[in-house]
């Protein structure tokens, strides 16, 4: 039977989320929600990545103003929630308890209370959540994160991402200006570095944060391990265009990304000649989507992204927000990382521990 499948908020993100879900087999997009009826009208998602722009077609599904009365009318078993950020928690606690599984863009919510009333319902419903962290699923992200934990090169040196681009202008009542709705840059844009750094490292021990809030430079504590810096921006120029790159110094390569260069992923080996390794076609939110939905089908396949990471992540931005404002370097719970070492390692995190010494 198909998978019956429901997107609110149709705005940039619910477009995407609808293409995505639209070219999977043994799903049906059956609903789509939004509380302005203009959205339904709007049929060309635009979004900074840009991949999936194009024309949406919303014949042969059932549109609602509200998650309510979509759930009312049960007619979807799961929901990708693309709404405005402050909403996330509401939203999808509200079709959680009410069975469905929850898709939720990130960032998962603005606060880590609400995070944890998410991963409550989630689990009192036993139906899964999961936070659309795209970048975990970015076919030269995900290439990048096999040849580091692979160790073909050595360990990591030094690893820096950059997000650059200008203040997102698409939303209809402009909510990315409201920090109370958006969380502000650093915990819009910024937070996919934030997200994948954890992902590839681990939680921090510190960070300590400079710029402004528009355009910060953020680096992570991870002791003796490597050298983690992050950029991020909302202050570019529209013709400037949207950057994602990262460089990730190992001993015995340099991993070099781009999305604005060809090749966009290079691999300069400390032997042998620069060469671009191959990758996975299409982008990271059609994986995201499908590795959702596997998850949802009861498939066994182990988790991307665990709900308690994007947690975690939410919670690194917020010491990150704290840092840049007093201008200090934040602590980032060093007792629970103390408290875990004591204990054995869960697997994901010996798989992701570095040597602690770095060349
Ligand atoms: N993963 C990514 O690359 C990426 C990119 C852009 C945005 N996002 C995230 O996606 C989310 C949505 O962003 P967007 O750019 O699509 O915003 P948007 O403004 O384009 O769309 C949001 C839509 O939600 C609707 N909406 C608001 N409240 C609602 C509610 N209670 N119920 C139903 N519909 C409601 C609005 O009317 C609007 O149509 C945000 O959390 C944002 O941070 C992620």
């Not at 590839?200 to 050298?227: I, Q």
């Not at 604005?260 to 032997?271: F, G, K, N």
């Not at 010491?319 to 840049?324: D, T």
Request: contains cysteine.
């Amino acid at each position: 039977m198909n998978l019956r499948v429901g997107i609110v908020g149709f705005g940039c993100m619910g477009g995407t989320h609808y293409n995505c879900w639209r070219a999977l087999p043994g799903v049906k997009v059956t609903a789509v929600c939004d509380i302005d009826e203009r959205a339904f009208a709007a049929l060309r998602p635009k979004g900074n990545i840009g991949t999936m722009a194009g024309v949406v077609e919303i014949e042969g599904v059932r549109l609602f103003r509200s998650l309510d009365s979509m759930l009312e009318a049960d007619v979807v078993d799961a929901v990708s929630i693309a709404t405005p950020s402050d909403t996330h928690a509401a939203l999808a606690c509200t079709a959680l308890r009410a069975g469905v599984h929850v898709l939720c863009e990130k960032p998962m919510s603005l606060d880590v209370a609400s995070c944890n009333e998410m991963i409550k319902a989630a689990s009192a419903a036993r139906r899964v959540l999961m936070v659309a962290h795209c970048i975990r699923f970015w076919p030269e992200y995900v290439v990048a994160c096999d040849l580091v934990r692979g160790g073909r090169y050595g360990t990591v040196v030094a690893a820096t991402f950059r997000r650059m681009g200008a203040k997102p202008t698409w939303a209809k009542d402009s909510w990315f200006a409201d920090e109370k709705r958006s969380g502000g840059m650093l915990i819009d844009l910024h937070i996919h570095d934030t997200d994948f750094i954890r992902y590839l490292f681990g939680m921090p021990r510190a960070v300590c944060v400079h710029g402004a809030s528009n355009h910060v430079f953020a680096r992570y504590d991870y002791g003796d391990g490597p050298l983690v810096t992050a950029e991020a921006s909302w202050a570019m120029t529209s013709c400037y265009g949207f950057e994602m790159s990262f460089c990730i110094t190992l001993e015995r390569a340099v991993l070099v990304y781009d999305n604005r260069r060809s090749p966009t992923l290079t691999v300069y080996p400390a032997d042998g000649a620069p060469f671009s390794p191959p990758r996975a076609k299409g982008d990271g939110y059609s994986s995201e989507i499908a590795h959702f939905a596997a998850l949802v089908k009861g498939k066994r396949v182990t988790p991307v992204v665990p709900s308690e990471e994007a947690r975690d992540t939410v919670r690194i931005c917020l010491v990150e927000k704290e840092a840049l404002k007093r201008r200090e370097k934040m602590p980032l719970g060093v007792a629970t990382a103390k408290k875990r070492s004591a204990a054995k390692p869960r697997t994901e995190d010996r798989r992701n521990r570095l040597p602690q010494k770095a060349t």
